[in-house]
């Protein structure tokens, strides 16, 4: 007999739910409470999402969304800051390591279960193909966005069915340095995205899109998915996720943590003391380097970004390792090669040599 796994299929949910439910059922499958799962849902209004190691004012434009009433919520996983609304179709996979359909490294956990998705593109007439690490592709244009992330001993892999998409006002609630700019970044995020609707002209329906995806999880995983409502115990746990996840703490993490150094950004240098901050991109996303130098050793740092760094809350841990390290830029690399080595660190396409040039730039 097939391993069976659950499907959780709903219609629109409250927004900020649609990110907590995935947190509290890998919460769940972790304590051996849930069974492994996979959810389909759409938001019941836009929100903005923003990636576990981003910090909020550097990315989304406040202002804005709160002029627009939009819901804003840090998830569990890396990545970038989203505009998310109900013309998009989440999936989100949640499974024990243990089970032998779910590959231990990101790069192959992204190839085996976007599998699925890539064949409902093809079998509606869109010729998408999966490029690593986690894209889905038409022409060399992105037609869903995707990421990943454990909890414990539990996979987490997300992404989307794109039937339309707000092209204008996803770039609205970035913050940006100028109106110039924004403009640009909107006129490439069109040339390099696309949806259902325009490679159709029309889109199909929802419903045959969501039994199209779940026939080709149930042929990729080789599993049935049986629909079952969720328990006691686990709708406990997301209303606990969900007021988490609502909590300017939660929201705030990463300025919360950092408070002292991010007070002292406007510090003037002087002699022994610098304070540095820089931007650098990698293929695996983008590092942002916060760094306090005293008698060229790290003093303080906060490293953010929208790249991913498996698990989590590591980062945080290798922040810590860092302070008091001489600046230079092979030791660096040396103790972030160890701290990757000792901690089982997976950030694809981001290598300690990228965070060491960040932080070396920072501290110049």
């Known amino acids: 007999m097939r391993t069976k796994w659950r499907l959780l299929n709903y219609e629109s949910i409250d927004a900020i739910r649609t990110q907590a439910i995935y947190h509290a059922i890998g919460l769940g499958v972790d304590k051996g409470i849930s069974l492994n799962t996979i959810i389909f849902c759409k938001p019941d209004k836009p929100l903005v999402c923003i990636g576990y190691h981003q910090e909020l004012e550097k990315e989304v434009d406040l202002d804005y969304c709160k002029k627009r009433n939009y819901p804003l919520v840090r998830r569990i996983l890396g990545g970038g800051a989203v505009y998310l609304d109900s013309n998009q179709l989440f999936y989100q996979i949640i499974a024990n390591k243990s089970d032998p359909r779910v590959p231990g490294k990101v790069e192959n956990l992204f190839e085996n279960f976007l599998k699925a998705p890539t064949r409902t593109y093809n079998d509606i007439g869109i010729p998408a193909t999966y490029r690593p690490v986690n894209d889905i592709e038409v022409n060399g244009r992105k037609i869903s966005g995707n990421g ?6 539990v996979s987490i892999l997300t992404g989307n069915i794109i039937f339309d998409f707000n092209f204008d006002e996803m770039v609205r609630i970035l913050k940006v340095p100028s109106e110039k700019f924004r403009d640009k970044l909107s006129n490439s995020l069109k040339e390099r995205m696309t949806t259902i609707k325009k490679e159709l002209n029309y889109a199909p329906s929802e419903y045959f899109i969501r039994e199209l995806l779940r026939k080709n999880f149930e042929d990729v995983l080789q ?3 049986i629909e079952e409502e969720l328990s006691s115990e686990e709708l406990d746990l997301i209303d606990e996720v969900e007021e988490t996840y609502k909590s300017k703490t939660w929201l705030n993490m990463i300025e919360n943590m950092h408070k002292n150094l991010i007070n002292k950004r406007s510090v003037k240098v002087s002699g022994s003391f610098k304070i540095g901050e820089i931007d650098y991109k990698t293929g695996g996303g983008l590092i942002r380097v916060l760094v306090e130098v005293l008698d060229e050793r790290i003093k303080d740092i906060m490293i953010t970004g929208d790249f991913w760094f498996i698990p ?12 008091g390290t001489i600046i230079s830029k092979e030791i660096i690399v040396d103790k972030i090669e160890q701290f990757y080595k000792i901690n089982k660190i997976q950030s694809p396409l981001v290598t300690p040599d990228d965070l060491a040039e960040t932080i070396m730039r920072a501290s110049e």
């Open 223 to 225: 599993i049935p998915l």
């Open 312 to 323: 989590l809350q590591n980062l945080e841990k290798l922040e810590k390792k860092l302070k």
């Open 148 to 153: 990943a992330g454990e909890i414990g001993e």
